[in-house]
């Protein structure tokens, strides 16, 4: 039972211009969220998180976005650059120590 | 500061054996978690170890167990081996013990049963 869904497996966007990715969950008890980064070879790294009781939250580049009526959180990234091609998991939590994950989004950032 | 370590990177078993994976978390974190991830799928949930005791376990069977030592280090063992647990298996460790906050990842072990 997936309860976390990033519909698009894959984004290619122009550098320069946002990049926006979108994630739904099913699961209205999850109450903290969080966006990672992989690279090819490497763990995925913490990019960005909010908390339930907030709407939106912004560091650098990117800015995450919080829907609770619609059960549905997105990623920004604005401007994107080459270094941002990666693939971008969302996750959520309701429980301790367990983070569930989407299937993840390819964003490839062309010149 | 080091990262998450995990050993070995590769591990290729025959069917029916024994895999044992390790992970070595950020110093000072005392949570580690694990997750495993098979071709075209998201990370899944394994397991979650703080102070040496097991605090949440994902949907996987009881042949999928582990343990953490002393110094916070971990092992994944998975025993009775099948195809479908070919997968890449990552570790990853948090400061903050109960709540979730951020997990950082090791580079992950590529289990491959044949």
């Known amino acids: 039972d997936q309860q976390v869904k990033q519909n698009s497996p894959s984004l290619s966007v122009q550098e320069g211009r946002i990049s926006i990715l979108n994630c739904d969950y099913t699961?209205?008890?999850?109450?903290?969220f969080l966006w990672y980064k992989k690279y090819p070879a490497e763990g995925p790294t913490f990019l960005i998180s909010i908390s339930s009781i907030k709407d939106k939250n912004e560091d650098g580049r990117f800015t995450v976005f919080l829907n609770k009526s619609a059960k549905h959180l997105s990623l920004h990234i604005v401007p994107s650059q080459p270094g941002d091609s990666a693939v971008y998991f969302c996750a959520a939590t309701d429980s301790w120590g367990k983070l569930q994950f989407g299937a993840g989004t390819q964003v490839v950032v062309t010149p | 500061e080091a990262g998450v370590t995990q050993s070995p990177t590769h591990l290729i078993k025959t069917r029916g054996q024994q895999a044992t994976l390790r992970c070595s978390p950020i110093s000072g974190h005392t949570s580690v978690y694990w997750y495993q991830q098979a071709l075209g799928l998201g990370l899944q949930f394994l397991l979650w170890y703080d102070e040496g005791e097991e605090r949440n376990r994902g949907n996987f069977p009881p042949r999928f167990s582990g343990r953490q030592f002393p110094n916070y280090s971990s092992e994944l063992n998975v025993n009775a081996l099948e195809l479908e647990d070919s997968a890449l298996y990552l570790c990853a460790s948090s400061l903050v013990q109960g709540r979730v906050y951020e997990q950082y990842f090791g580079p992950g072990t590529r289990l491959t049963v044949t």
């Open positions: 699961n209205s008890m999850f109450d903290y």
